[in-house]
């Protein structure tokens, strides 16, 4: 084999129960932080095991969509009011400083990405 690590399969670090009780704690407003070092599993893999990625593939009846843990920062009420800006023709720059978020925070809110993902057009 010519360059880079040859990639073992392993079988998942967490069990289907704990992925379960992950996605619950999550639902209920903890940190995917915390719960990472609860179950003693490393955060990018507990990201995978709630995305449904890989060997966790169907173990959640519904996948978390976008970046789990990731909560919106914008109320519907303010993603409303940067679509109403940007039908105005202002600037992501301007619609942030409005709304007084980061640009990045504004741009995804008006492409409904990330945690704004679910959120109906308006």
């Given at each position: ?13 967490l069990?289907p ?52 843990g ?38 995804a ?10 959120q109906?057009?308006?």
């Amino acid at each position: 084999m010519r360059g880079g690590r040859r990639r073992r399969h392993c079988p998942p670090a967490l069990t289907p129960e704990q992925v379960r009780y992950a996605a619950n704690e999550l639902l209920a407003g903890h940190l995917i932080k915390h719960i990472a070092i609860n179950l003693e599993v490393d955060r990018k893999t507990l990201h995978r095991a709630l995305s449904g990625q890989g060997a966790y593939a169907g173990i959640l009846a519904e996948p978390l969509a976008g970046k789990p843990g990731s909560r919106p920062i914008l109320s519907a009420d303010k993603v409303a009011c940067a679509a109403t800006l940007r039908a105005a023709q202002a600037t992501t720059g301007q619609i942030a400083a409005q709304l007084h978020v980061h640009r990045n925070t504004a741009t995804a809110a008006l492409v409904r990405r990330g945690a704004y993902a679910g959120q109906a057009e308006i």
